[in-house]
């Protein structure tokens, strides 16, 4: 039922196959994010076409709303959302540490306030997992505790050491056989904490590895610092996961430093805001010059908004608070999203993942890129 | 390039087809309204798949933005919309009297201020048709005065004949050969007005006549009078369209009463508050008992979002807020609504309309009919 091969490699970059109860998936894999169940602004049918394979819940939001024991009576996330390809959840301990409030923290778990309705609630790696199961996801992630950034090292020691326990109880709770329990590797920005968290948790033995604690503030050197030290460490035969990341720089940074799994809410959250990705740099909608743009945001791109919107139509629709703006630059970020992904797949099975990773940071006009890493 | 035949005659009901330059339509026909160029949640693919025919736009919304110039050096509303099938405009009267700030009217015309930002403008019969050849629908509104109601019989009366003088001016303005332009017949309540109305403008000659100043607040029952009193004085062979009309109840009692054309906002509003038309009465996704209720909003719809979505899913995502919530909501009850419209002109065609009629208010949970208009 589950399983995960690495079929190519180029440099540290893979190219694999992550076999799930809800089909295959390629790797490199960009999940789009649907926090509520859904993703925002997008339909099922067109995150289909636009070739998701995987999608994301999480589980704070939906344990608080509708209810995970609903969503269970309801067929799991799957039969409540009519999603049938794959579902992935995060462990919510994210979610606690930025959206609740009045947390209490103890080695128990968290206890918190809805950011709803002010609803009292408990995360523990048990309830963690019962939510998880309940919420049927075809993958799903021990609870970990996420420390801000910056933090004393102190600190972020503690939670890594936390994090690590409470995997060990995530995986007792765990119980769902047709459910593939990830561990997550913390430690910030510090590549001993970070090595001993992983260590810790490869004994234990999971059949993949999150990496969280990212994308909360730290520079980037840091995070490609870390990538570089955790290479060598997690098991190559297992899928490995960057939560929360990111721009196409970050992923592609990534997966030049050995990641397989990627999740962001950037694209559909920069579609609503008006900011488009294309080929050629991003592209602000509501810029003037677009005015009377008949060119769709990207000449070159085949998705359903590109085949049918120009800039001057979709910059009138964001102005005049059209719901199809928000949808049609949603449809059009996660095509480039997904097939951003899919070059860089092809890349690698074909040896020119390098080139392909120096194309894409000129053509989005970021920096320069730097070197392989060594 | 346009024409209209009636094909079908079931007492005072009729089925026929228009013929526009962006294809032919079959009558009575129901058409969404696309206020900004945009069907408010849905994308043009699904209105197509849907079966929508023709979508309205509003003078009013797109003379202020994006501008009518703007418009029309992208290649008028179908080619700065996307939208390949036929477009209908109204003529910006109805909206600048509803929506605007400091009308001044006179008889040549009504100077306001944009609702959007304050800026001042002008609408004459001259303007209100450079405006529409500038958005290029397939068929065109004359510049209308629609008085409030309740309003003096004086009052009406002005507005009566101030709308036959401006109807003259717009026919004089108008010079599209592939437009078709429509008068509009006013007079409110009064059914001595509403006959001087469209003899006036069935004397200058239209391929179409609009019955307009409904659905503002009178009763129905003096709608449904002034339907009765026009049709046998509209021409037989020329289609008639009532503005802005309404629930199916109405328009089903309008069809009874000879009309061809319909447009309104109640389908893609309703849906957005969370209100469903089904052939079991409406119902509204808010309800706490439809929480846990893994029925689609209509089993007997083959819409989109019955083929795919709970009414418990529906439920999540409307309270969540989510885009989704409106999309799926706007594309069940638009596919009632055209759904309806294709029923109807079944049974007129079938000589069954009257059961028709009576079967549709039964189980919209309405009044029950109303014996056959005599």
Chains 1, 2 share one sequence.
């Not at 799930?20 to 998936?25: A, F, K, Q, S």
């Not at 020691?157 to 329990?181: G, I, K, V």
């Not at 991003?282 to 049918?308: E, K, Q, V, W």
Request: with cysteine.
């Amino acid at each position: 039922m589950f399983g995960f091969r690495v079929t190519d490699r180029d440099g540290r970059a893979r190219a694999g196959v992550l076999s799930t109860p809800h089909g295959e998936i390629e790797t490199p894999v960009f999940m789009p994010v649907g926090t509520a169940g859904a993703v925002k602004g997008v339909l099922h049918r067109d995150l289909e076409e636009a070739g998701a394979g995987i999608i994301l819940g999480n589980t704070y939001h939906l344990m608080l709303r509708p209810g995970d024991a609903l969503v269970r009576d309801l067929g799991g996330l799957h039969g409540f959302t009519g999603w049938t390809r794959a579902f992935l959840t995060d462990s919510g301990g994210y979610q606690v540490f930025s959206l609740s409030a009045l947390r209490r923290l103890s080695e128990e778990g968290v206890s918190f306030r809805s950011h709803i309705d002010g609803s009292e609630h408990r995360l523990t790696p048990e309830r963690s997992m019962e939510v998880q199961m309940h919420l049927g996801a075809d993958i799903v992630m021990a609870f970990d505790e996420c420390p801000p950034w910056p933090a004393p090292r102190e600190a972020v020691a503690e939670a890594t050491d936390r994090t690590t326990r409470w995997a060990r109880r995530s995986r007792a709770a765990h119980t769902r056989s047709d459910q593939w329990l990830f561990g997550i590797v913390q430690g910030g920005v510090h590549l001993d904490l970070r090595e001993r968290s992983a260590r810790d948790l490869i004994e234990m033995g999971f059949p993949g590895y999150a990496i969280g604690g990212v994308s909360v503030g730290e520079p980037k050197d840091d995070r490609r610092r870390v990538l570089e030290s955790l290479d060598p460490i997690l098991p190559t035969e297992r899928p490995r996961y960057l939560m929360g990341v990111g721009t196409p720089e970050d992923i592609v940074e990534a997966v030049a430093r050995g990641v397989d799994m990627f999740d962001c809410v950037l694209p559909t959250r920069n579609a609503r805001n008006g900011q488009l990705f294309t080929r050629n740099g991003r592209l602000s909608i509501r810029n003037a010059r677009f005015r009377d743009d008949p060119r769709p945001p990207d000449p070159d791109c085949g998705c359903l908004t590109c085949r049918t919107a120009s800039r001057a139509y979709l910059r009138h629709l964001h102005t005049a608070g059209e719901i199809a703006a928000a949808t049609l630059m949603s449809v059009h970020n996660l095509f480039f999203y997904l097939d951003m992904m899919r070059s860089m797949r092809q890349s690698i099975r074909s040896c020119r993942f390098e080139e392909f990773r120096l194309d894409l940071l000129r053509s989005l006009g970021g920096a320069q890129g730097s070197p392989e890493p060594s």
